[in-house]
């Protein structure tokens, strides 16, 4: 069928397919859609879109805009889907049941307390679909009145109905947004703070690896600042000519594992050098880093006996100063069962390392054992925003093109210096992903449902 190029400016998503009529491109695409639910779904989505011809090419390109309104079309579809109808449904038919029992005097304590919990999950779910057929009712009735005025000739009441109108179809828009968020179980750490490792890796030349490190990580403590969320930097080793090697840093604030869970992986660099022969010749060089996100746990939920550590201290790395690199305040921890090391120099205090040092440990053990329950129980089909594997490559930043590239939902963004200032470029790429996310995790609830 072609490849497919995609470009995003600002709230538009723009697909360049190859030398395709309309009618041959959703020919291709319904025939892609054959037994797989998302594509049919996709291939819906496609027919929502207004088809215009671009100049590029013989026979020419047909270019499509995705706007905000077409994603509160896409949740309208979604949601008149008759699998997700019947999801829907059952959801609300077993809050229903939950209410009821809850009524009856003969439960024991232990059933009360199992349908409390119940209840509760089901609630946000059932005020929103409440609120949602309220204000589908109050539509068919502005609907009447609009009828009667123009009926009655009524000008001036026609225009306050429209008026009414228009505001009651976008909060029909947004609470459809939400309803298909709330059918979607929330994480259960998407409240957590988290700790936040960079590190730096390989590269076809020079040192742009540590520099994009440095990047990286002043956007993430910019993106804090901007959230409002607070930044505590737990470790810091700089590189040679003001570049990075790695850093970690806590930061907390509200639902902060949910605004990083889909920012760990391998981000790639494409840039030509400042300096050197490679900038004289305008060599682009490739470099990669790592980003690692890990929920920060309470201490009650990862316990660390003492038989299980060994500390060592050595002498801080640095450029020096007072007592930084003279005593032996740099600690590292080896947690003997995993083989999980880490190290922590930022602090003059060996105490202060050795505490900081613990926070990370317990961090890292912490998510150790997230990833195997979530391997225990994820299904063949994979979130579309990818396997969450810290070890997959997420993001290129090409800034020879100005370009930033999210490979997990072929999301692409212009200004690369805006993005990296942490703000609403970089909000926007993460509310993306989340949406991705909930909608394919929607799609496998539903399917599992029938199961």
Same mark, same amino acid.
């Given at each position: 069928?072609?490849?497919?190029?995609?470009?995003?400016?600002?709230?538009?998503?723009?697909?360049?397919?190859?030398?395709?009529?309309? =009618? /041959?491109?959703?020919?291709?695409?319904?025939?892609?859609?054959?037994?797989? /639910?998302?594509?049919?779904?996709?291939?819906?989505?496609?027919? =929502?879109?207004?088809?215009?011809?671009?100049?590029?090419?013989?026979? !020419?390109?047909?270019?499509?805009?995705?706007?905000?309104?077409?994603?509160?079309?896409?949740?309208?579809?979604l949601l008149q889907q008759e699998s997700v109808q019947r999801y829907l449904e059952k959801m609300i038919e077993e809050y229903r049941q939950v209410t009821q029992r809850l009524n009856n005097t003969a439960l024991t304590e232990s059933e009360r307390r199992t349908m409390s919990r119940r209840q509760i999950e089901l609630s946000p779910m059932a005020t929103v679909f409440q609120q949602s057929q309220r204000a589908v009712k109050d539509l068919k009735d502005?609907?009447?009145?609009?009828?009667?005025?123009?009926? !009655?000739?009524?000008?001036?009441?026609?225009?306050?109905?429209?008026?009414?109108?228009?505001?009651?179809?976008?909060?029909?828009?947004?609470?459809?947004?939400?309803? $298909?968020?709330?059918?979607?179980?929330?994480?259960?750490?998407?409240?957590?703070? %988290?700790?936040?490792?960079?590190?730096?890796?390989?590269?076809?030349?020079?040192?742009?690896?540590?520099?994009?490190?440095?990047?990286?990580?002043?956007?993430?403590?910019?993106?804090?600042? +901007?959230?409002?969320?607070?930044?505590?930097?737990?470790? +810091?080793?700089?590189?040679?000519?003001?570049?990075?090697? &790695?850093?970690?840093?806590?930061?907390?604030?509200e639902s902060v594992y949910r605004h990083f869970k889909y920012e760990g992986g391998m981000h790639r660099v494409q840039r030509i050098p400042e300096v050197g022969l490679s900038s004289r010749m305008q060599r682009i060089h490739t470099g990669t880093m790592m980003v690692i996100v890990l929920p920060q746990p309470d201490e009650v939920d990862v316990i660390i006996e003492p038989k299980d550590l060994r500390i060592d201290t050595f002498r801080s790395k640095?450029? !020096?100063?007072?007592?930084?690199?003279?005593?032996? #305040?740099? %600690?590292?921890?080896? &947690?003997?069962?995993?083989?999980?090391?880490?190290?922590?120099?930022?602090?003059?205090?060996?105490?202060?390392?050795?505490?900081?040092?613990?926070?990370?440990?317990?961090?890292?053990?912490?998510?150790? $054992?997230?990833?195997?329950?979530?391997?225990?129980? =994820?299904?063949? /089909?994979?979130? =579309? %925003?990818?396997?969450?594997?810290? #070890?997959?490559?997420?993001?290129? +930043?090409?800034?020879?093109?100005?370009?930033?590239?999210?490979?997990?939902?072929? +999301?692409?963004?212009?200004?690369?210096?805006?993005?990296?200032? !942490?703000?609403?470029? $970089?909000?926007?790429?993460?509310?993306?992903?989340?949406?991705?996310?909930?909608?394919?995790?929607? $799609?496998?609830? %539903?399917?599992?449902?029938?199961?």
């Open positions: 069928m072609g490849t497919f190029k995609t470009a995003k400016m600002k709230n538009r998503i723009c697909f360049i397919g190859s030398q395709l009529s309309k =009618q /041959r491109f959703l020919l291709a695409m319904a025939g892609a859609a054959h037994g797989s /639910r998302q594509c049919a779904l996709t291939h819906r989505y496609y027919q =929502q879109w207004n088809w215009r011809r671009t100049p590029r090419g013989p026979a !020419g390109l047909y270019t499509q805009q995705l706007t905000r309104r077409h994603c509160q079309h896409f949740s309208k579809e502005v609907q009447a009145i609009i009828e009667s005025a123009e009926a !009655g000739e009524d000008t001036q009441m026609l225009e306050l109905a429209k008026e009414e109108q228009k505001g009651i179809r976008k909060l029909i828009e947004a609470l459809q947004i939400k309803l $298909l968020q709330s059918l979607v179980p929330s994480d259960k750490h998407d409240a957590s703070d %988290v700790i936040v490792e960079v590190a730096a890796g390989r590269t076809t030349g020079g040192d742009i690896c540590q520099q994009f490190t440095r990047e990286i990580f002043e956007m993430y403590q910019n993106f804090a600042s +901007y959230k409002q969320w607070a930044f505590e930097v737990l470790n +810091y080793t700089p590189a040679e000519y003001g570049g990075l090697h &790695h850093a970690a840093a806590r930061i907390a604030g640095g450029a !020096g100063g007072q007592s930084v690199n003279t005593t032996d #305040s740099a %600690v590292r921890l080896v &947690h003997i069962p995993t083989g999980i090391t880490v190290e922590c120099q930022q602090e003059r205090s060996q105490l202060q390392n050795r505490e900081t040092a613990m926070r990370m440990l317990r961090a890292r053990i912490y998510q150790q $054992l997230i990833e195997k329950e979530t391997e225990q129980r =994820q299904s063949a /089909r994979k979130l =579309q %925003v990818g396997t969450r594997s810290q #070890s997959e490559r997420i993001r290129t +930043y090409n800034f020879t093109q100005d370009r930033v590239t999210d490979h997990r939902i072929s +999301y692409v963004t212009r200004d690369i210096k805006e993005f990296l200032s !942490g703000g609403e470029l $970089l909000e926007e790429l993460i509310s993306e992903l989340l949406k991705s996310a909930e909608t394919e995790a929607l $799609l496998e609830l %539903v399917e599992n449902s029938r199961n």
